[in-house]
């Protein structure tokens, strides 16, 4: 069972512009929600995390936005980069599970010149 | 100084087989996890131990055993390697225990290929 979704799959996108990814999970004892960035041949690394309790978190380019009540949440990546190119992975996480991160199933996001 | 290292990078194998793949991490993190990223990207955990305890362990078949001997080293071990057990591997550790938000660092990963 996928318990968090993410969309969409890839992603193209010119640089200086937004790039937005969206998560959705079922699970509402999930009380973490990170954001991991992939680069090829690389381990996954947080990028940024949020808890439900506020409904955005900003650091630099990077933000996301929360949606508690339609169990949503996304990454936005402003003035897009072409060394943002990556692999994005959202995830979530019960504090009781022990670091059990779920995660969505990535986006491949390509940043062109 | 690599924070969670894994050896080997690559690793080629024949069906049947049995193979170890090694993690050590230098963060002085009480917990650590091994992930498994198929040929589609999807990361899904499989394990993790919390000072030498195992406290995940999710439905992965029996061949897979991990073992750790101090709180710094995750390794797994794989019997009986099977063609749908070709993937890249992932070790990562995190600070505190059992409950916690802490980040979790991830190695650079162990691809392995059944042929």
């Known amino acids: 069972q996928q318990q968090v979704k993410q969309s969409p799959q890839s992603l193209i996108v010119q640089k200086g512009g937004i790039s937005i990814i969206n998560c959705a999970y079922e699970?509402?004892?999930?009380?973490?929600f990170p954001w991991y960035q992939q680069f090829p041949g690389k381990g996954p690394a947080l990028l940024i995390a949020?808890?439900?309790?506020?409904s955005e978190k900003k650091e630099g380019r990077f933000t996301i936005s929360f949606n508690k009540s339609a169990k949503q949440f996304s990454l936005h990546i402003m003035d897009s980069q072409p060394g943002d190119s990556a692999t994005y992975f959202c995830?979530?996480?019960?504090?009781?599970?022990?670091?059990?991160?779920?995660f969505g199933q990535g986006t491949e996001l390509s940043v062109k010149p | 100084d690599t924070a969670v290292s894994q050896t080997p990078k690559y690793l080629v194998t024949q069906m049947g087989n049995d193979k170890s793949i090694k993690c050590e991490q230098n963060?002085?993190?009480?917990?650590m996890y091994w992930y498994k990223q198929d040929s589609k990207k999807f990361l899904k955990i499989m394990f993790s131990?919390?000072?030498?305890?195992?406290?995940i362990n999710e439905t992965v078949p029996n061949r897979f055993s991990p073992k750790s001997p101090d709180k710094a080293h995750l390794n797994l071990h794989i019997n009986s390697l099977e063609l749908g057990d070709s993937a890249v591997y992932f070790c990562?550790?995190?600070?505190?225990?059992?409950?916690?938000?802490?980040?979790?660092?991830f190695g650079p990963g162990t691809r392995l290929t059944v042929l």
């Open positions: 949020i808890r439900p309790d506020v």
């Open positions: 995830a979530a996480l019960n504090y009781n599970q022990g670091g059990k991160l779920i």
């Open positions: 131990y919390n000072n030498k305890e195992l406290i």
């Open positions: 963060l002085g993190h009480d917990t």
């Open positions: 699970n509402t004892a999930f009380d973490y």
């Open positions: 990562a550790s995190s600070q505190g225990g059992t409950r916690s938000y802490n980040e979790q660092f």
